[in-house]
């Protein structure tokens, strides 16, 4: 494969044309970013490449042949692989029962299991991917673990050009650069990879092409050198204004002044021992009114086990918890819901929306919400559009049809979709975790804004990210979370360097 | 949509079943066809065959929207139709508008505390409803066997049955000398009731949230197993009724093999109807009428009446064919261009 061309590619959906005429020619060896806003067409345009959809005008050439795909199969087989946003694994298989499963030539009946974790081996010492045994369960491994498994099982299946959607959202800084080291080695290997992204740093820092999609059109196709970030920040956003670069925080309530007891305080709570799964050790905080707290760390240090506590799915073993200055008894997300606390999970799809309901119906799911647009026994089916209506607005959710199935939405419009619920009522103390992952610029400095806003109005927040600058820039008070240790508070001007050598535990020998 | 695909696929393949056993498949669904709703009588038959598979139907639906497969309905029937004979002795006395109302409570509070024990098992031992649900349908059957046969064996003692309920719990005939009774045109509304509970009360929204993703329920504050209880409770009262109406409306009393298995009939309903209460309107009185119809088939075309049976399972099998992904993504683009003008 030496080359793959879109020529006019068209894809419509009942409310939006997604893609419009798009052409794009791709070169074996390059690593060309696909960069845009949220639903600007990107993902679409990848999925109709890599045979999950197929458009409804314009064709794929490789190396100058017309290609057809019917399924993803048949873009594997012509040596395409797409990395997804979502993960297509199976949670339960083991690392290499995973890439089995992409294997082209694979014998129907037998699973030779050594062979096989030997050639995974094999394949991750020949591109420099790190695993740590093709053994364990993907269920076990971290996120960046797994994308990494999702990457083995594109170059297991022969595919020459790999589809990364988004692939640095949930990403440390460190496991970024691990991620974008390997792409390199990928390239001079002579592989084709997309890379489809909205982080206009990343595209600067290790693309050699890119493409910028806006509204489903094509703006320009560019060698990378050439770009300057504001260039492209106006190519992807158009000619509409940019957002602030800087935050100001909103002040604090000078703390001896506040008559009111803190929001929320954790004092020496200890997680119980599960199997798998980070255990807490003597966490202790205050979150005070109209603070944002910043929990930075790398994934699986127990940001999952802290986020279950905080929203009581899981209880203390040890510990209390005070909400508003009462200690907790009853400690189930239905009372803490009630007390208003919001969550903004992690994993959208599988913790904070319901698939099979529309837009509206998702936009309820939530006590806080349900208890103001119904607060009867009925649930009035005007409340809830004028409620849907007003949120999509407020929150520019495309398509902005109360109606749609918001499995039909984009990743970005599903986490708006999120936050527009959860910032809605009786916001008093919100978990955001990974709040603008998947977001755009302009989104996710929208999203920002919100919960600043929120903020300002008085209510904690705790903001739970593995993107450091995230942190950074929008935290009063930052905590480290290190295996399953609540380190600091530290000052948001602490340097990078400092912050990293807690979040890798070396900050001891500093 | 695939349901109807589903019912054509099926009538089909059951064509070509009869045409390999030289039989006429014109002449056999004919008269499938006009004895199900070939005149008046016939059409209130059909009806009245369907009323407890309607409000059986209902009670699977209602469980499957907080993602719970009941598949004890047949069992909660029949613990509704004892307990509509058991208390229908104690109200003779009473006036209908009495008497009626008071044994169908009692046939639901019956349906619905069979349905409380897989609940319990559910939500507080992780213990699997469709295991237990369907375990209780034999306990219900047997319960019911040895009832007929010693407490509530008929006065005369001669036959395992009870005797028959008295006059005044009697459902009133809509159109004597027709069997359509009251229970037909209160299953419509009971249809109704649960398609306003699902989708107009908050009642419903939440049942429907722990259905559709019960972790993001839960997380959103909602009480995921006080949920799956109420439903599980609810199904188990309507399947309940469903034993009540029968036996007040059509058998007046009850016996071994009182219901030819309305309850598991009423899962495949559920399947057709969709998880809608409307789907599962038609679905029951489709099945209704394929149960009527199906005593002039065997007379006209000399078939086995058995092959209404076959059909029904064959609707199914096809249904869940149509319902695998890849069948579906094929269903979807075949009407594409209808949202693409």
Same mark, same amino acid.
């Not at chain 1, 990879?193 to 489809?196: F, N, S, V, Y």
């Not at chain 1, 693309?207 to 320009?220: A, E, I, K, Y």
């Not at chain 2, 059509?250 to 009850?254: A, E, K, P, S, Y």
């Given at each position: 494969?030496?080359?793959?061309?879109?020529?006019?590619?068209t894809k =419509?959906f009942?409310?939006?044309?997604?893609?419009?005429?798009v052409?794009i020619?791709?070169?074996?060896?390059e690593?060309?970013?696909?960069?845009?806003?949220?639903?600007?067409?990107?993902?679409?345009?990848?999925?109709?490449?890599?045979?999950?959809?197929?458009?409804?005008?314009?064709?794929?050439?490789?190396?100058?042949?017309?290609?057809?795909f019917?399924?993803p199969r048949?873009?594997?087989?012509?040596?395409i692989?797409?990395?997804?946003?979502?993960f297509?694994?199976?949670?339960?298989l083991?690392v290499?029962? +995973?890439?089995?499963?992409?294997?082209p $030539? !694979?014998?129907?009946l037998l699973?030779?299991?050594?062979?096989?974790?030997? %050639?995974?081996?094999q394949?991750?010492?020949?591109?420099?991917?790190?695993?740590?045994?093709?053994?364990?369960?993907?269920?076990?491994?971290s996120?960046g673990a797994?994308?990494?498994?999702?990457?083995?099982?594109?170059?297991?299946?022969?595919? $020459?050009?790999?589809i990364?959607d988004?692939?640095?959202a949930?990403?440390?800084?460190a496991e970024?650069?691990?991620?974008? !080291?390997?792409?390199?080695?990928?390239?001079?290997?002579?592989?084709l990879?997309?890379?489809?992204t909205?982080?206009i740093p990343?595209?600067?820092?290790c693309?050699?092409?890119?493409?910028?999609?806006?509204?489903?059109?094509?703006?320009?196709t560019?060698?990378?050198?050439?770009c300057t970030?504001?260039?492209?920040?106006?190519?992807?956003?158009?000619?509409?204004p940019?957002?602030?670069l800087?935050?100001?925080?909103?002040?604090l309530p000078?703390?001896? =002044?506040s008559?009111?007891?803190?929001l929320?305080?954790?004092?020496?709570?200890?997680?119980?021992?599960?199997?798998n799964r980070?255990?807490?050790?003597?966490?202790?905080?205050?979150l005070?009114?109209?603070?944002?707290?910043?929990?930075a760390?790398?994934?699986?240090?127990g940001?999952?086990?802290?986020?279950e506590?905080?929203?009581?799915?899981?209880?203390?073993?040890?510990?209390t918890?005070?909400?508003?200055?009462?200690?907790?008894?009853?400690?189930?997300?239905?009372?803490? $819901?009630t007390?208003g606390v919001?969550l903004?999970?992690q994993?959208?799809?599988?913790e904070?929306?319901?698939? =099979?309901?529309?837009?509206a119906? +998702?936009?309820?799911? +939530?006590?806080?919400?349900?208890?103001?647009v119904?607060?009867?026994?009925?649930l009035a089916?005007r409340?809830?559009q004028?409620f849907a209506?007003r949120?999509?607005?407020?929150?520019g959710?495309?398509?902005?049809?109360?109606?749609?199935?918001?499995?039909?939405?984009?990743?970005?419009?599903?986490?708006?979709?999120?936050?527009a619920?959860?910032?809605?009522?009786?916001?008093?103390?919100?978990?955001?975790? %990974?709040?603008s992952?998947?977001?755009?610029?302009?989104?996710s400095r929208?999203? %920002?804004?919100?919960?600043?806003?929120?903020?300002?109005?008085?209510?904690?927040?705790i903001l739970?990210?593995?993107?450091?600058?995230?942190?950074l820039t929008?935290s009063? $008070?930052?905590?480290?979370?290190?295996?399953?240790r609540?380190?600091?508070?530290?000052?948001?001007?602490?340097?990078?360097?400092?912050i990293?050598?807690?979040?890798?535990g070396?900050w001891?020998?500093? | 949509?695939?349901?109807?695909l589903?019912?054509?696929s099926?009538?089909?393949?059951?064509?070509f079943?009869?045409?390999l056993?030289?039989?006429?498949?014109?002449?056999?669904?004919?008269a499938l066809f006009i004895g199900?709703i070939?005149d008046?009588?016939?059409?209130?038959?059909s009806l009245?065959?369907?009323?407890? &598979?309607?409000?059986?139907?209902?009670?699977?639906?209602?469980?499957?929207? @907080?993602?719970?497969?009941?598949?004890?309905a047949?069992g909660?029937?029949?613990?509704?139709?004892?307990?509509?004979?058991g208390?229908?002795?104690?109200?003779?006395?009473?006036?209908p508008?009495?008497?009626?109302?008071?044994v169908c409570?009692?046939?639901? &509070?019956a349906?619905?505390?069979?349905?409380?024990l897989?609940? *319990?098992?559910?939500?507080?031992?992780g213990?699997?409803?469709?295991?237990?649900?369907?375990?209780?349908n034999?306990?219900?059957?047997s319960l &019911?066997?040895?009832?007929?046969?010693?407490?509530l064996?008929?006065s005369t003692?001669?036959?395992?049955q009870?005797?028959?309920?008295?006059a005044?719990?009697h459902?009133?005939?809509?159109?004597?000398p027709?069997?359509?009774?009251l229970?037909?045109?209160?299953?419509?509304?009971?249809?109704l009731?649960?398609?306003c509970?699902?989708?107009?009360?908050?009642?419903?929204?939440?049942?429907?949230?722990?259905?559709?993703?019960?972790?993001?329920?839960?997380?959103?504050?909602i009480?995921?197993?006080?949920?799956i209880?109420?439903a599980?409770?609810?199904?188990?009262?309507?399947?309940?009724l @469903?034993?009540?109406?029968?036996?007040t409306g059509?058998?007046?009393?009850?016996y071994?093999?009182?219901?030819?298995?309305?309850? *598991?009939t @009423?899962?495949?309903?559920?399947?057709?109807?969709?998880?809608?209460?409307?789907?599962?309107?038609?679905a029951?009185?489709?099945?209704?009428? &394929?149960?009527a119809?199906s005593?002039?088939?065997?007379?006209?075309?000399?078939?086995?009446?058995?092959?209404?049976?076959?059909?029904?399972?064959?609707?199914?099998?096809?249904?869940?064919?149509?319902?695998?992904?890849?069948?579906?993504?094929?269903?979807?683009?075949?009407?594409?261009p209808r949202?693409?003008?």
């Open positions: 494969m030496q080359q793959v061309s879109l020529r006019d590619i =419509s009942p409310h939006t044309r997604a893609v419009d005429q052409s020619t791709f070169r074996a060896g690593i060309h970013a696909i960069l845009g806003e949220n639903g600007a067409g990107k993902s679409t345009l990848m999925h109709i490449l890599s045979g999950l959809y197929r458009p409804d005008a314009g064709a794929i050439f490789i190396d100058n042949q017309p290609q057809t019917s399924s048949a873009a594997l087989a012509a040596g692989a797409m990395v997804h946003q979502h297509m694994l199976v949670p339960s083991s290499a029962e +995973n890439v089995f499963l992409a294997l $030539r !694979r014998s129907p699973v030779r299991r050594h062979l096989l974790s030997q %050639h995974i081996r394949l991750a010492n020949r591109y420099r991917i790190p695993i740590d045994s093709p053994d364990v369960p993907v269920s076990t491994l996120i797994q994308q990494r498994v999702e990457i083995l099982k594109a170059l297991a299946s022969e595919a $020459r050009c790999l990364l988004e692939p640095t949930v990403l440390t800084p970024v650069e691990d991620l974008f !080291r390997t792409l390199q080695g990928l390239k001079q290997e002579g592989y990879i997309i890379l489809i909205h982080k990343e595209v600067l820092a693309s050699d092409q890119l493409s910028v999609l806006r509204h489903g059109r094509l703006v320009t560019l060698p990378t050198a050439t970030a504001e260039q492209l920040a106006r190519c992807m956003i158009g000619d509409a940019l957002p602030p800087r935050r100001s925080l909103p002040q000078p703390q001896e =002044s008559p009111s007891p803190p929320l305080t954790f004092e020496n709570v200890w997680s119980h021992p599960l199997h980070v255990t807490l050790h003597d966490i202790s905080f205050t005070q009114a109209g603070e944002v707290m910043g929990i760390g790398v994934d699986g240090n940001q999952t086990e802290l986020t506590l905080l929203i009581g799915l899981q209880t203390p073993a040890r510990g918890v005070r909400l508003a200055g009462q200690p907790l008894v009853t400690y189930t997300p239905a009372v803490l $819901r007390a919001c903004i999970p994993d959208r799809q599988r904070g929306l319901a698939l =099979s309901f529309t837009v119906e +998702n936009l309820l799911l +939530n006590v806080s919400c349900l208890a103001v119904a607060p009867g026994f009925w089916p409340a809830v004028r209506a949120q999509i607005t407020r929150f959710i495309t398509p902005p049809s109360p109606t749609q199935p918001v499995s039909t939405l984009s990743g970005g419009n599903q986490q708006r979709v999120v936050i619920r959860e910032l809605a009522y009786n916001a008093r103390v919100i978990i955001a975790v %990974h709040p992952r998947g977001l755009d610029i302009s989104a929208y999203v %920002h804004d919100e919960l600043l806003a929120c903020c300002s109005r008085g209510a904690g927040i739970i990210s593995t993107d450091l600058d995230e942190v929008l009063h $008070r930052i905590y480290i979370l290190y295996q399953g609540l380190l600091g508070p530290i000052e948001p001007t602490a340097s990078r360097e400092h990293g050598r807690m979040m890798t070396t001891m020998t500093y | 949509m695939p349901s109807l589903a019912v054509a099926a009538l089909l393949a059951v064509s079943g009869l045409w056993s030289n039989t006429n498949p014109f002449i056999a669904l004919s199900a070939g008046a009588y016939r059409l209130t038959e009245v065959k369907a009323s407890p &598979l309607l409000y059986t139907g209902l009670a699977v639906t209602l469980a499957l929207h @907080a993602g719970v497969w009941n598949i004890g047949e909660q029937l029949l613990l509704g139709a004892l307990a509509a004979v208390v229908g002795r104690y109200v003779a006395a009473l006036p508008i009495l008497a009626i109302p008071l409570s009692a046939a639901m &509070l349906g619905g505390l069979w349905a409380a897989p609940a *319990y098992l559910k939500t507080q031992r213990v699997s409803e469709v295991l237990s649900t369907i375990m209780l034999f306990i219900a059957a &019911l066997s040895y009832c007929v046969h010693g407490p064996k008929e003692g001669q036959y395992p009870t005797d028959p309920v008295p005044a719990t459902l009133p005939r809509l159109l004597p027709t069997r359509l009774h229970g037909v045109p209160l299953s419509f509304l009971c249809t009731a649960v398609s509970v699902l989708f107009r009360t908050k009642a419903g929204f939440r049942l429907r949230a722990t259905g559709a993703n019960p972790l993001a329920a839960q997380l959103a504050g009480v995921v197993k006080r949920e209880n109420r599980l409770l609810l199904s188990g009262a309507l399947a309940g @469903a034993g009540a109406i029968e036996v059509v058998t007046l009393r009850v071994e093999r009182f219901s030819p298995g309305y309850g *598991y @009423a899962i495949a309903v559920a399947l057709v109807g969709q998880k809608s209460p409307s789907g599962v309107l038609f029951a009185l489709f099945f209704g009428a &394929l149960e119809g005593g002039t088939m065997q007379r006209v075309a000399g078939v086995s009446s058995g092959l209404v049976a076959i059909i029904q399972a064959t609707i199914v099998f096809f249904l869940a064919g149509y319902s695998t992904e890849a069948v579906q993504r094929l269903l979807s683009r075949l009407h594409m949202h693409n003008p």
